[in-house]
Protein backbone atom coordinates (compact mmCIF):
# COMPACT_ATOMS: atom_id res chain seq x y z
CA UNK A 1 0.00 0.00 0.00
CA UNK A 2 2.54 2.30 1.07
CA UNK A 3 4.48 1.01 -1.55
CA UNK A 4 1.67 1.84 -4.33
CA UNK A 5 1.38 5.37 -2.68
CA UNK A 6 5.17 6.24 -3.06
CA UNK A 7 5.25 5.04 -6.82
CA UNK A 8 1.96 7.23 -7.55
CA UNK A 9 3.66 10.10 -5.82
CA UNK A 10 6.87 9.53 -8.15
CA UNK A 11 4.72 9.36 -11.07
CA UNK A 12 3.00 12.86 -10.31
CA UNK A 13 5.97 13.84 -9.92
CA UNK A 14 7.94 12.75 -12.62
CA UNK A 15 4.85 14.10 -14.78
CA UNK A 16 4.68 17.36 -13.33
CA UNK A 17 8.25 17.32 -14.22
CA UNK A 18 8.14 16.57 -17.62
CA UNK A 19 5.48 18.95 -18.19
CA UNK A 20 8.15 21.48 -17.29
CA UNK A 21 11.06 20.45 -18.87
CA UNK A 22 11.11 21.96 -22.47
CA UNK A 23 14.12 21.19 -25.74
CA UNK A 24 16.31 23.68 -24.80
CA UNK A 25 18.37 25.04 -27.31
CA UNK A 26 21.06 26.03 -24.91
CA UNK A 27 22.14 27.12 -21.11
CA UNK A 28 20.38 31.00 -22.17
CA UNK A 29 17.02 30.95 -20.53
CA UNK A 30 14.47 29.81 -23.35
CA UNK A 31 10.93 31.19 -24.13
CA UNK A 32 8.95 28.97 -21.84
CA UNK A 33 11.48 28.72 -19.32
CA UNK A 34 9.89 28.99 -15.92
CA UNK A 35 11.71 30.23 -12.34
CA UNK A 36 10.04 27.07 -10.33
CA UNK A 37 12.10 24.96 -12.90
CA UNK A 38 15.11 26.23 -11.37
CA UNK A 39 16.84 23.60 -9.65
CA UNK A 40 20.24 25.15 -8.96
CA UNK A 41 20.91 29.12 -9.26
CA UNK A 42 24.46 30.73 -8.35
CA UNK A 43 24.76 34.67 -9.04
CA UNK A 44 28.05 36.00 -8.72
CA UNK A 45 29.79 33.35 -6.32
CA UNK A 46 33.13 33.45 -5.36
CA UNK A 47 34.51 31.02 -2.85
CA UNK A 48 37.95 31.98 -0.92
CA UNK A 49 39.29 28.61 0.68
CA UNK A 50 42.61 29.66 2.78
CA UNK A 51 44.47 32.11 0.69
CA UNK A 52 42.67 30.29 -2.62
CA UNK A 53 39.95 32.13 -4.52
CA UNK A 54 38.37 28.67 -5.07
CA UNK A 55 35.78 30.36 -7.32
CA UNK A 56 35.44 33.85 -9.00
CA UNK A 57 32.52 35.29 -9.79
CA UNK A 58 30.00 31.91 -10.60
CA UNK A 59 26.73 32.57 -12.78
CA UNK A 60 24.61 29.05 -13.23
CA UNK A 61 21.58 27.96 -13.47
CA UNK A 62 20.61 24.50 -13.18
CA UNK A 63 17.29 23.68 -14.23
CA UNK A 64 14.90 20.55 -13.44
CA UNK A 65 15.46 17.45 -15.81
CA UNK A 66 19.08 19.33 -16.80
CA UNK A 67 22.02 16.61 -17.29
CA UNK A 68 24.71 19.03 -16.71
CA UNK A 69 28.62 17.99 -16.51
CA UNK A 70 30.91 20.16 -15.14
CA UNK A 71 35.08 19.59 -16.77
CA UNK A 72 38.29 21.50 -16.19
CA UNK A 73 42.13 20.71 -14.93
CA UNK A 74 42.84 19.81 -11.59
CA UNK A 75 42.36 22.54 -8.97
CA UNK A 76 39.64 23.92 -11.56
CA UNK A 77 37.36 24.45 -8.74
CA UNK A 78 34.91 21.74 -9.41
CA UNK A 79 34.32 20.13 -5.85
CA UNK A 80 33.79 23.35 -4.49
CA UNK A 81 31.01 23.95 -7.00
CA UNK A 82 29.50 20.53 -6.08
CA UNK A 83 29.55 21.66 -2.06
CA UNK A 84 28.27 24.84 -2.62
CA UNK A 85 25.53 23.63 -4.34
CA UNK A 86 25.06 20.70 -1.65
CA UNK A 87 25.35 24.01 1.05
CA UNK A 88 28.13 21.88 2.78
CA UNK A 89 30.85 25.04 1.25
CA UNK A 90 29.36 28.42 1.76
CA UNK A 91 29.74 31.69 -0.95
CA UNK A 92 32.31 34.31 0.49
CA UNK A 93 30.19 36.30 -2.55
CA UNK A 94 27.54 36.10 -4.41
CA UNK A 95 24.22 34.14 -3.58
CA UNK A 96 23.48 30.31 -4.02
CA UNK A 97 20.09 28.80 -4.23
CA UNK A 98 19.00 25.41 -4.20
CA UNK A 99 15.87 24.39 -4.82
CA UNK A 100 14.45 27.63 -3.67
CA UNK A 101 16.70 27.88 -0.68
CA UNK A 102 19.15 30.69 -0.57
CA UNK A 103 22.20 29.07 1.62
CA UNK A 104 23.35 32.48 2.64
CA UNK A 105 20.26 33.65 4.52
CA UNK A 106 17.96 30.41 4.67
CA UNK A 107 17.69 29.37 8.89
CA UNK A 108 19.61 25.70 9.71
CA UNK A 109 16.41 24.00 9.70
CA UNK A 110 15.75 25.31 6.18
CA UNK A 111 19.24 24.18 4.64
CA UNK A 112 18.93 20.91 6.13
CA UNK A 113 15.41 20.39 4.81
CA UNK A 114 16.59 21.14 1.81
CA UNK A 115 20.17 19.10 1.82
CA UNK A 116 17.89 16.11 2.49
CA UNK A 117 16.17 17.13 -1.25
CA UNK A 118 19.61 16.46 -2.62
CA UNK A 119 21.27 13.58 -3.48
CA UNK A 120 25.04 13.39 -3.61
CA UNK A 121 27.93 10.59 -5.14
CA UNK A 122 31.39 11.23 -4.38
CA UNK A 123 34.53 9.58 -5.96
CA UNK A 124 35.48 7.51 -2.72
CA UNK A 125 32.68 5.61 -2.72
CA UNK A 126 31.57 7.05 0.59
CA UNK A 127 29.85 3.74 2.05
CA UNK A 128 30.63 2.24 5.63
CA UNK A 129 32.91 -1.29 4.80
CA UNK A 130 31.88 -2.98 8.02
CA UNK A 131 27.81 -2.38 7.47
CA UNK A 132 25.59 -4.69 5.58
CA UNK A 133 24.46 -3.16 2.17
CA UNK A 134 21.04 -2.56 3.58
CA UNK A 135 22.25 -0.25 6.41
CA UNK A 136 24.68 1.50 3.52
CA UNK A 137 21.52 2.18 1.61
CA UNK A 138 18.98 3.36 4.25
CA UNK A 139 21.97 5.71 5.36
CA UNK A 140 19.84 7.88 2.71
CA UNK A 141 16.92 8.13 4.97
CA UNK A 142 18.42 8.90 7.99
CA UNK A 143 18.00 12.56 7.36
CA UNK A 144 14.42 12.04 7.00
CA UNK A 145 13.62 9.77 10.16
CA UNK A 146 13.46 10.47 13.77
CA UNK A 147 16.37 9.80 15.89
CA UNK A 148 14.82 6.55 17.43
CA UNK A 149 13.98 4.74 14.02
CA UNK A 150 17.48 5.90 13.01
CA UNK A 151 19.20 4.18 15.38
CA UNK A 152 16.71 1.20 15.45
CA UNK A 153 17.64 0.66 12.03
CA UNK A 154 21.21 -0.16 12.60
CA UNK A 155 20.04 -3.14 14.90
CA UNK A 156 17.02 -4.11 12.94
CA UNK A 157 16.65 -2.75 9.16
CA UNK A 158 13.65 -0.71 8.12
CA UNK A 159 11.93 -0.31 4.79
CA UNK A 160 13.52 -3.39 3.71
CA UNK A 161 11.51 -4.31 0.49
CA UNK A 162 12.05 0.05 -0.75
CA UNK A 163 15.72 -0.94 -0.29
CA UNK A 164 15.62 -4.14 -2.07
CA UNK A 165 13.99 -2.23 -4.99
CA UNK A 166 16.66 0.75 -4.91
CA UNK A 167 19.46 -2.46 -5.32
CA UNK A 168 17.43 -4.09 -8.08
CA UNK A 169 17.41 -0.60 -9.99
CA UNK A 170 21.34 -0.47 -9.24
CA UNK A 171 22.05 -3.91 -10.63
CA UNK A 172 22.86 -5.69 -7.19
CA UNK A 173 19.54 -6.90 -5.80
CA UNK A 174 21.77 -9.86 -4.44
CA UNK A 175 23.80 -8.33 -2.23
CA UNK A 176 21.51 -6.55 0.56
CA UNK A 177 22.91 -8.74 3.35
CA UNK A 178 26.48 -8.37 2.04
CA UNK A 179 28.82 -6.79 3.92
CA UNK A 180 29.68 -3.73 2.03
CA UNK A 181 33.58 -3.80 2.14
CA UNK A 182 33.43 -6.82 0.75
CA UNK A 183 31.81 -5.37 -2.55
CA UNK A 184 34.15 -4.76 -5.88
CA UNK A 185 34.53 -0.94 -6.27
CA UNK A 186 31.93 -0.93 -9.29
CA UNK A 187 29.20 -2.51 -6.49
CA UNK A 188 29.91 0.27 -3.65
CA UNK A 189 29.64 2.83 -6.00
CA UNK A 190 26.41 0.94 -6.93
CA UNK A 191 25.23 0.99 -3.12
CA UNK A 192 25.74 5.02 -3.13
CA UNK A 193 23.52 5.30 -5.62
CA UNK A 194 20.97 2.77 -4.37
CA UNK A 195 21.30 5.09 -1.12
CA UNK A 196 20.44 8.42 -3.39
CA UNK A 197 17.80 6.50 -4.80
CA UNK A 198 16.20 5.98 -1.24
CA UNK A 199 16.22 9.33 -0.92
CA UNK A 200 14.50 10.42 -3.34
CA UNK A 201 16.10 13.42 -4.44
CA UNK A 202 14.91 15.92 -6.76
CA UNK A 203 18.57 16.65 -7.67
CA UNK A 204 21.87 14.66 -8.04
CA UNK A 205 25.31 16.07 -7.38
CA UNK A 206 27.81 14.14 -8.48
CA UNK A 207 32.02 14.51 -7.94
CA UNK A 208 34.04 12.85 -9.97
CA UNK A 209 31.47 9.63 -9.71
CA UNK A 210 33.55 6.93 -11.79
CA UNK A 211 37.51 8.04 -11.54
CA UNK A 212 38.06 5.44 -9.43
CA UNK A 213 36.65 2.75 -11.13
CA UNK A 214 38.00 0.73 -14.50
CA UNK A 215 36.72 2.58 -17.96
CA UNK A 216 34.13 -0.32 -18.51
CA UNK A 217 32.19 -0.26 -15.09
CA UNK A 218 32.27 3.34 -14.93
CA UNK A 219 30.52 3.71 -18.13
CA UNK A 220 28.06 1.60 -16.81
CA UNK A 221 27.43 3.47 -13.89
CA UNK A 222 27.42 6.78 -15.62
CA UNK A 223 24.47 5.37 -17.60
CA UNK A 224 23.15 4.37 -14.43
CA UNK A 225 23.06 7.78 -13.21
CA UNK A 226 21.83 9.08 -16.77
CA UNK A 227 18.95 6.81 -16.81
CA UNK A 228 17.76 7.39 -13.07
CA UNK A 229 17.84 11.36 -13.98
CA UNK A 230 16.24 10.60 -17.48
CA UNK A 231 13.64 8.34 -16.22
CA UNK A 232 12.27 10.62 -13.48
CA UNK A 233 13.77 14.20 -14.51
CA UNK A 234 15.96 14.91 -12.21
CA UNK A 235 18.57 17.36 -12.81
CA UNK A 236 22.03 15.80 -12.72
CA UNK A 237 25.53 17.82 -12.39
CA UNK A 238 28.34 15.87 -12.18
CA UNK A 239 32.03 16.50 -12.15
CA UNK A 240 34.10 14.75 -14.72
CA UNK A 241 38.12 14.45 -15.54
CA UNK A 242 36.58 11.83 -18.18
CA UNK A 243 36.10 14.29 -21.24
CA UNK A 244 34.79 12.49 -24.05
CA UNK A 245 32.32 11.03 -21.78
CA UNK A 246 31.56 14.29 -20.78
CA UNK A 247 30.53 15.43 -24.54
CA UNK A 248 29.09 11.81 -25.50
CA UNK A 249 27.23 11.59 -22.39
CA UNK A 250 25.54 15.02 -21.41
CA UNK A 251 24.03 17.33 -23.03
CA UNK A 252 25.26 21.07 -21.33
CA UNK A 253 29.06 21.25 -20.65
CA UNK A 254 30.60 23.53 -18.68
CA UNK A 255 34.25 24.19 -18.67
CA UNK A 256 35.45 25.33 -15.46
CA UNK A 257 39.44 26.54 -14.91
CA UNK A 258 40.94 28.45 -12.29
CA UNK A 259 38.08 29.34 -10.21
CA UNK A 260 36.27 30.57 -13.47
CA UNK A 261 33.67 29.73 -16.19
CA UNK A 262 35.38 29.27 -19.45
CA UNK A 263 32.11 28.09 -21.16
CA UNK A 264 28.61 26.67 -20.54
CA UNK A 265 27.42 25.50 -23.88
CA UNK A 266 25.69 22.52 -25.18
CA UNK A 267 27.89 19.87 -26.60
CA UNK A 268 26.99 20.20 -30.22
CA UNK A 269 27.73 23.93 -29.92
CA UNK A 270 31.04 23.10 -27.62
CA UNK A 271 34.53 23.51 -30.40
CA UNK A 272 37.64 21.26 -29.60
CA UNK A 273 39.61 24.27 -29.51
CA UNK A 274 37.55 25.39 -26.49
CA UNK A 275 37.96 21.98 -24.67
CA UNK A 276 41.85 21.71 -25.34
CA UNK A 277 42.38 25.41 -24.54
CA UNK A 278 40.81 24.32 -21.12
CA UNK A 279 42.96 21.83 -20.43
CA UNK A 280 46.08 23.46 -21.93
CA UNK A 281 49.02 24.21 -19.48
CA UNK A 282 50.18 27.73 -19.51
CA UNK A 283 53.99 28.54 -20.76
CA UNK A 284 55.92 30.37 -17.88
CA UNK A 285 56.36 33.74 -19.74
CA UNK A 286 59.78 33.90 -21.48
CA UNK A 287 59.91 30.36 -22.24
CA UNK A 288 58.80 30.38 -25.50
N1 LIG B 1 40.22 23.27 2.26
C1 LIG B 1 40.94 24.00 1.39
N2 LIG B 1 41.78 24.95 1.80
C2 LIG B 1 42.50 25.70 0.93
N3 LIG B 1 42.42 25.55 -0.42
C3 LIG B 1 41.60 24.60 -0.88
C4 LIG B 1 40.81 23.78 -0.02
N4 LIG B 1 40.07 22.92 -0.78
C5 LIG B 1 40.39 23.20 -2.06
N5 LIG B 1 41.30 24.20 -2.13
C6 LIG B 1 41.87 24.80 -3.34
O1 LIG B 1 40.80 25.33 -4.09
C7 LIG B 1 41.01 25.13 -5.48
C8 LIG B 1 39.85 24.37 -6.09
O2 LIG B 1 39.85 23.05 -5.55
P1 LIG B 1 38.81 21.93 -6.01
O3 LIG B 1 39.05 20.74 -5.17
O4 LIG B 1 37.45 22.52 -5.99
O5 LIG B 1 39.26 21.68 -7.52
P2 LIG B 1 38.85 20.47 -8.48
O6 LIG B 1 38.59 21.07 -9.82
O7 LIG B 1 37.77 19.66 -7.88
O8 LIG B 1 40.21 19.64 -8.51
P3 LIG B 1 40.42 18.05 -8.78
O9 LIG B 1 40.00 17.82 -10.21
O10 LIG B 1 41.90 17.87 -8.62
O11 LIG B 1 39.61 17.31 -7.77
C9 LIG B 1 42.35 24.42 -5.61
O12 LIG B 1 43.34 25.38 -5.85
C10 LIG B 1 42.53 23.78 -4.25
O13 LIG B 1 43.88 23.63 -3.96
Redesign the pocket.
Known amino acids: MIAMARDAEQARRRDRRAERATERAGPEPQAGDRDDDIVFELREVSVR ?2 Q ?1 E ?1 LSGVDLVVRSGERVAII ?1 P ?7 LISLLNGTTAATRGEVRALGCPYGRASARHIRATQRRIGTIHQRFDVVAQLRTVHNVNAGRLGAWPFWKAALSLLLPRDVPRVREALAQVGIRDKLHERTGDLSGGEQQRVAIARVLVQQPEAILADEPVASLDPTRGLEIMKLLLDISAESETALLA ?1 L ?1 DVDMALDKFERVVG ?1 RDGRIVFDKRRENLHDDEVRALYAIEQPPGSA
Open positions: LGVAGSGAGKTTSHL
